[in-house]
T-cell receptor
């Protein structure tokens, strides 16, 4: 069965520092991986995806993610954090039917000024 | 990206009543889904809304409690029936347009439901 794990409930970084939000996955077959961000009282916004190709995926708002097949990881990164990046981040994998998404538990990112 | 309008954005309901949530998309999409996000939790898929036929429910969710309609390729409703406080959650509509805009899912703003 498909699943994703986000080992950290919360990540704290100072503004201007690099940030990493971790995600590992378990799938049968090729993984279709996604990152979403949720701001308070808002829906989910798509950040980036890995389907195939280059292991380094670039997305919205300066975020990127690195797909690592040997470590079954898909960590979200940003070279320089902004206070406005503070939000709840979800890693997700497409389900076995290839349609809907299975989400990790979410990681709260807090960027301090 | 697809533009999704979800109504209502929030509601406070009495236990035992029902609430119907609407999801309208700005263009035809292949697939529509309904998710639940319980307080402080992740998103859980309730069902896939199938156009012109009965929805496909995930384990733990039943049609009598969460009836879903999808009369066309741009619109769906989710009803939360006979509500109890345990139904207090955010309910989100999601769409994927396979073969169209791409493979990523887009989400409505959500409906924040409080049952008292």
């Amino acid at each position: 069965a498909q699943s994703v794990a986000q080992p950290e409930d919360q990540v704290n970084v100072a503004e201007g520092n690099p940030l990493t939000v971790k995600c590992t996955y378990s799938v049968s077959g090729n993984p279709y991986l996604f990152w979403y961000v949720q701001y308070p009282n808002r829906g989910l916004q798509f950040l980036l995806k890995y389907i195939t190709g280059d292991n380094l995926v670039k997305g919205s708002y300066g975020f990127e993610a690195e797909f690592n097949k040997s470590q079954t990881s898909f960590h979200l990164k940003k070279p320089s954090a902004l206070v406005s990046d503070s939000a709840l981040y979800f890693c997700a994998v497409r389900n076995q039917a290839g349609t809907a998404l299975i989400f990790g538990k979410g990681t709260t990112l807090s960027v301090s000024s | 990206s697809a533009v999704i309008s979800q109504k209502p954005s929030r509601d406070i309901c009495q236990r035992g009543t029902s609430l119907t949530i609407q999801c309208q998309v700005d263009s035809q999409v292949t697939m529509m889904f309904w998710y639940r996000q319980q307080p402080g939790q992740s998103l859980t898929l309730i069902a896939t809304a199938n156009q012109g036929s009965e929805a496909t429910y995930e384990s733990g969710f039943v049609i009598d409690k969460f009836p879903i309609s999808r009369p066309n390729l741009t619109f769906s409703t989710l009803t939360v029936s006979n509500m109890s406080p345990e139904d207090s959650s955010i309910y989100l509509c999601s769409v994927v347009d396979f073969g169209g805009r791409g493979t990523e899912a887009f989400f409505g703003q959500g409906t924040r439901l409080t049952v008292v």
